[in-house]
């Protein structure tokens, strides 16, 4: 599968200079700009999502991109780049530049001046820099992201302190979800076998005992407490077409205080840990993009690892106190209601040129949550 792509382009006050033709970049996934970049031909940095002709990924697929080029065979557009309010500020000209003229002066305040930025992805929940040094080599990435996960910065810096090294350090934060953190060399874990996710939760474990103890401290620094308001408006236009979730709605109550006597405590959550999120390089391992991270049970994190018995069994033996493996297994449906309720919010908070990316999320971890409780 590969995308095919058209480039509206814009210079770098915003102005807008028309359309490059159509090509084919063979990277599928739209949140994908290294792709796009290698393929364009000319100097440029894309922006924003305009328009998609289906579901991600893969179609043909239009951005926004910024070039200081004045390139020659242009096509005429007629796109309209009226402002919106929900717009990121990383998604026009403006911002980008910013953003990277903020990393450049960061970098250079720490001794790591003439790095280059490489742009890799750009989407409604990030946008992301490599920053490589004169050999080619990582040293750098520039994250920034939109005012909802404005948190993540923070709490990375909690968690190195608590943990060094389990997480990316962070070099500098700014204003606007700016955040410069060190390269972290290895591969994503996708597929991983059991053993290694169960390690991943033990490593985990001792973070979020430490934070069960001061949740005044993760809401200072702005984390926001799991929630699964507005859950019922959320599901009303599926309860035809998904059978079964009418039925886990109304019993939702009593599992939620079954998981309530279970008795683990509020701490810190990751939000979204999957194996795709650990970067290992050799025995050691980095859990990356916090930007999800909320104030609740801790067996959220190890349901969202999707371990089969035998690493819910060894993630409950670190609670010794508390009866975790039965909060784990009555969470098991919940935690797709609440990925439903976080895919909403996005939605809320997203222009609509960039609703595509999650056009099916809430159905799909409806539909999910409902095979998950018939498990």
């Known amino acids: 599968m590969s995308r095919t792509v058209t480039l509206v382009l814009v210079d770098p006050a915003g102005e807008l200079l028309g359309q490059l033709p159509p090509f084919t970049v063979e ?37 926004l991109a910024m070039t200081p080029e004045r390139p020659k065979g242009l096509l005429p557009t007629d796109v309209d780049l009226s402002p919106h309010p929900l717009r990121a500020a990383y998604a026009e000209a403006a911002g980008a530049s910013a953003s990277l003229a903020w990393a450049a002066g960061a970098l250079d305040r720490i001794g790591l001046s003439g790095l280059t930025a490489h742009q890799q992805r750009t989407w409604n929940l990030s946008a992301i820099w490599r920053f490589d040094g004169p050999d080619g080599v990582p040293v750098a990435w520039l994250k920034q992201v939109p005012p909802f996960f404005a948190h993540e910065a923070a709490v990375l810096r909690m968690v190195d302190a608590v943990s060094p090294g389990l997480v990316p350090y962070v070099l500098a934060a700014g204003d606007q979800g700016r955040a410069l953190i060190t390269h972290v060399p290895g591969e994503d874990r996708y597929g991983a076998a059991p053993p290694f996710r169960a390690q991943v939760l033990a490593a985990l474990q001792p973070v979020q005992e430490h934070f069960a103890g001061r949740v005044d401290e993760l809401r200072a620094a702005g984390v926001p407490a799991l929630s699964l308001d507005g859950l019922a408006r959320i599901a009303a236009p599926h309860l035809p077409g998904i059978p079964g979730l009418r039925e886990l709605l109304d019993d939702l109550p009593r599992r939620l205080a079954a998981v309530a006597e279970c008795g683990l405590p509020d701490t810190l959550v990751h939000g979204d840990l999957h194996m795709g999120n650990v970067i290992q390089d050799g025995e050691s391992f980095t859990i990356v993009d916090w930007g999800d991270a909320v104030i609740g049970n801790p067996a959220f994190d190890a349901v969202r690892m999707r371990g089969e018995p035998e690493v819910l069994a060894a993630w409950a033996e670190l609670w010794p106190e508390y009866d975790a493996l039965r909060a784990a297994e009555l969470l098991q449906p919940v935690e797709f209601l609440r990925q439903a309720v976080v895919y909403d919010t996005f939605m809320a908070q997203i222009e609509p040129s960039e609703w595509p990316y999650h056009a099916d999320d809430v159905r799909r971890c409806l539909q999910t949550a409902v095979d998950s409780a018939g498990q």
Request: charged residues 15%; proline residues 8%.
């Open 27 to 63: 990277v599928p996934w739209w949140q994908d700009s290294a792709g796009v970049l290698a393929a364009a031909g000319i100097d440029v940095t894309v922006l924003r999502l305009l328009h998609g002709d289906q579901d991600p990924p893969g179609g043909h697929v239009t951005y």
